[in-house]
């Protein structure tokens, strides 16, 4: 899954152009993704608290797996949105299950580092999956990398249906009480903040690959090398901050301020990728923005998991919901400003300085 949700952004130039529209246009193959999972992720994990997590998993991969084949087969636009839109519900059906299993099943002083290594993993997939991808669609086609996707997920979805161990939630709570999370502050201002974060964090990557294309003539399979850099920053960020979180945890102290440091070094660090002319500081400034995500996301993933346990998936459904909307509106409304022009800057920057105050104001209303 890390490794298709991220490979869109390398391969965006071939796709626009394979299939004779706009980057822009083609950048909505990001929003169809992010928009069917942001619909139906509340739904799906207020069932997901209902029966055995392993079923969530099993069928949600099952859909993901098949959404992949149907990009694989599309040869126009539309086709290939209502294929990435597929792909999106099997991610809403899975992935929620898959966050309240790993919070479930750590010992209390571990969760961080448990929240940690999913989305080390995640980060994992990006890094080896999309350079690869990207050189596999430079060699031959852009579809063979969902193609490979798919093929990859095949054998693996018995094991998980076999392997994956944990009784029925304990709380058999009625499919509405996923929306009733949103009366508690200490639950709506950190989604709130997921969103603003992605909006900026990921809405700004989707049009990465054109910027360094243009900017410093990146070819297709170069581009994939972004890819590397920046699942390697997720990669590090969330390992460290999974150490960091427990800590705070442990010490009695809110992980929200860690969210809000975390946000403030992305706004520094993308301000930087996007401004800077010069290949090396942006690949730094590339690396730092992820850094700081991958802590970002895995403090949130923790916090959200464990402050009310009776709707622990129907809250991280909500994170992953608020997730994909930034992603949906950062894409869109960043597609209307000229590629890294001040307007494209400063609504990146204003989109992570949202989601700073959210959770200095979540941390503060914490401590009393």
């Not at 080390?120 to 031959?140: D, I, K, N, R």
């Not at 209307?336 to 001040?342: I, Y």
Request: net charge positive.
């Amino acid at each position: 899954m890390g490794a298709e949700t991220f490979l869109v952004s390398p391969l965006l130039p071939r796709i626009a152009s394979d299939l004779g529209t706009s980057t822009g246009a083609g950048a909505q193959v990001v929003t169809a993704y992010v928009l069917a999972y942001a619909v139906t992720a509340p739904l799906l994990g207020g069932l997901s608290d209902r029966l055995p997590r392993r079923v969530f998993i099993t069928a949600g991969g099952a859909l993901f797996m098949a959404g992949n084949l149907l990009c694989a087969l599309s040869d126009s636009l539309p086709g290939l949105l209502a294929a990435r839109a597929v792909t999106g519900l099997g991610g809403a059906a899975a992935a929620p299950a898959m966050w309240a299993y790993l919070s479930e099943n750590a010992a209390e002083h571990q969760r961080g580092r448990a929240v940690s290594g999913g989305v080390s993993c995640y980060a994992l997939g990006q890094v080896l999956g999309v350079p690869a991808g990207s050189l596999l669609a430079e060699a031959m086609d852009w579809r063979w990398a969902f193609t490979v996707i798919a093929v990859a997920l095949l054998p693996l979805l018995p094991v998980i249906a076999w392997r994956l161990h944990g009784t029925k939630p304990h709380h058999a709570n009625s499919l509405i009480s996923s929306f009733t999370i949103w009366r508690s502050r200490h639950i709506a201002l950190p989604l709130l903040s997921t969103g603003f974060l992605q909006a900026g964090r990921l809405g700004a990557y989707t049009f990465a690959g054109a910027l360094f294309a243009h900017r410093y003539g990146m070819s297709t399979g170069q581009l994939g090398l972004l890819g590397l850099l920046v699942g390697a920053g997720t990669l590090v960020g969330s390992l460290i901050s999974g150490r960091v979180t427990d800590a705070l945890r442990t010490r009695g102290r809110n992980e929200n301020w860690l969210s809000g440091a975390c946000a403030t070094l992305f706004v520094s660090a993308a301000a930087t990728a996007l401004i800077s002319h010069h290949l090396v500081a942006s690949l730094i400034a590339l690396f730092v923005w992820f850094l700081a995500g991958g802590a970002f996301y895995t403090t949130q993933q923790t916090y959200l998991g464990n402050v009310d346990a009776r709707h622990r998936a129907s809250i991280v459904s909500w994170n992953s919901t608020l997730d994909h909307i930034g992603v949906a509106v950062g894409t869109s409304v960043l597609a209307l400003w000229p590629l890294a022009g001040p307007g494209f800057v400063l609504t990146t920057i204003a989109f992570g300085a949202a989601a700073v105050l959210l959770s200095a104001f979540t941390a503060r209303a914490g401590r009393r």
